[in-house]
């Protein structure tokens, strides 16, 4: 079946640094999803990329979509201690439902 | 405010218990999904429902049921067949059946089964 593989696991970073996550997927897409789920909290939706090559921003992040569709990534500028949570990737093939990456934690220390 | 509710928030039940959790969507959503999260695991799907009377099994159906007797509900029940049912599950709705449609999530059940 469908496997999105997510790196890294865990990251720790400074306030003021910048910050990555990136999803690979086994099978080509037909899109992916971003979602952010704060600690305590349920995911909540923050994006969707169905071009090949796709680029799309949301003040301080920037998302990509592979030109294969089958690698994504979140990028996050100069990180706050707002975006404190676990980012979560999901893509689907065709009519299948969305398999979600097992997500990227991130901490921000002030 | 349109949303999904779940309930309760934390649930704990004896082994070989079947539990019952509740979900409910006032967005006029088609489509409801269950997923568990476990630690490290990110979300996994165990049931969707893409139209009141039908649904499917996701990847880890084992040990769970499902009914969709109404559009607005999506009750999962956890069964004694489920081997480690303890977990944080979360439902989740999208306006349409089709897999480019965001999800919108509940505030999760926390259960704990000892």
């Known amino acids: 079946g469908q496997q999105v593989m997510q790196i890294p696991q865990y990251q720790h970073v400074q306030e003021g640094e910048d910050f990555t996550t990136y999803c690979n997927s086994s099978?080509?897409?037909?899109?992916i999803q971003w979602y952010k789920q704060r600690p305590g909290g349920h995911p909540v939706f923050l994006i969707q990329?169905?071009?090949?090559?796709e680029v799309k921003k949301q003040k301080r992040l920037t998302f990509q979509f592979g030109e294969a569709k089958k690698n994504s990534s979140l990028h996050i500028t100069a990180t706050q201690t707002t975006d404190v949570g676990t980012y979560f990737c999901a893509g689907a093939s065709g009519y299948s439902t969305l398999t979600f990456g097992k997500g990227t934690m991130l901490l921000v220390s002030p | 405010d349109g949303g999904i509710t779940q309930s309760p928030k934390y649930l704990f039940r004896k082994e070989g218990q079947n539990v019952t959790l509740s979900c409910e969507q006032n967005l006029n959503h088609d489509a409801m999904y269950w997923y568990r999260q476990d630690p490290g695991q990110g979300l996994r799907l165990i049931y969707y429902s893409q139209i009141v009377n039908d649904f499917q099994k996701g990847d880890i159906a084992e040990g769970y049921s499902v009914s969709r007797e109404k559009k607005e509900s999506f009750p999962l029940t956890v069964t004694s067949a489920q081997k480690n049912p303890t977990a944080f599950y979360l439902c989740?709705?999208?306006?349409?059946?089709?897999?480019?449609?965001?999800?919108?999530f509940g505030n999760g059940t926390r259960l704990t089964v000892t």
């Open positions: 989740a709705s999208t306006r349409t059946a089709r897999t480019n449609s965001p999800l919108h």
């Open positions: 099978t080509t897409l037909s899109n």
């Open positions: 990329l169905v071009k090949s090559g």
